[in-house]
T-cell receptor, first 117, second 109 residues
Framework: GAGVSQSPRYKVAKRGQDVALRCDPI?????LFWYQQALGQGPEFLTY????????KSGLPSDRFFAERPEGSVSTLKIQRTQQEDSAVYLC???????????????FGEGSWLTVV | RKEVEQDPGPFNVPEGATVAFNCTYS??????FFWYRQDCRKEPKLLMS???SGNEDGRFTAQLNRASQYISLLIRDSKLSDSATYLC??????????FGDGTTLTVKP
């Protein structure tokens, strides 16, 4: 389809395991965002890319979280040594324009549901 | 205190009712405002942007009060299909959205 695609859709990880979550943004979209959404809460910002540059990583909760977008399209969010509190939905979103343009519509993927046991 | 706060839910209303959601934000430097709809186990989808002059899209009306730092969403003649969680989002600078925790609406026959 033409939307934001995320994989895996569901992941169960044992505590301490490393996980990698992939995001395929809409083709040609410059901006890419990662959000974390815990049950019953709104999405929390993690990080932002403009093309391949990671311009804002202020929302990453610890140094166990790492994101990259090496060629300015596909992005990977990696979580090392997963903990139970990492259990959440990880949402990727993309938008056509750079983030400094207001009124920029962002489109979310369906999310990767991570459960750490 | 969260940067963006919404009415606690859930809202349970009969079909045809009018329902209003409020959302307050704490940062006066906020520039852009949005309402999203999120269905159960689905991703948020933009419902409408919110402008200072207020804006309407069919049965949905959004308003912004910068002086009091709140935004509102009014749904008239509610339908069963309006049942969802409604998230407000605020941008201090374009692109990076801060979301409220959402208000769940259930419309009953």
């Amino acid at each position: 389809g033409a939307g934001v695609s995320q994989s895996p859709r569901y992941k169960v990880a044992k505590r301490g395991q490393d996980v990698a979550l992939r995001c395929d943004p809409i083709s040609g979209h410059v901006s890419l965002f990662w959000y974390q959404q815990a049950l019953g809460q709104g999405p929390e910002f993690l990080t932002y890319f403009q093309n391949e540059a990671q311009l804002d990583k202020s929302g990453l909760p610890s140094d166990r979280f790492f994101a990259e977008r090496p060629e300015g399209s596909v992005s990977t969010l990696k979580i090392q040594r997963t903990q139970q509190e990492d259990s959440a939905v990880y949402l990727c979103a993309s938008s056509l324009a750079p983030s400094y343009l207001s009124g920029n519509t962002i489109y979310f993927g369906e999310g990767s549901w991570l459960t750490v046991v | 205190r969260k940067e963006v706060e919404q009415d606690p839910g859930p809202f349970n209303v009969p079909e045809g009712a009018t329902v209003a959601f409020n959302c307050t934000y704490s940062n006066s430097a906020s520039q852009s405002f949005f309402w999203y709809r999120q269905d159960c186990r689905k991703e948020p989808k933009l419902l409408m942007s919110v402008y200072s002059s207020g804006n309407e899209d069919g049965r949905f009306t959004a308003q912004l009060n910068r002086a009091s730092q709140y935004i509102s969403l009014l749904i008239r003649d509610s339908k069963l299909s309006d049942s969802a969680t409604y998230l407000c989002a605020v941008n201090k600078r374009a692109g990076k959205s801060t979301f409220g925790d959402g208000t769940t609406l259930t419309v009953k026959p």
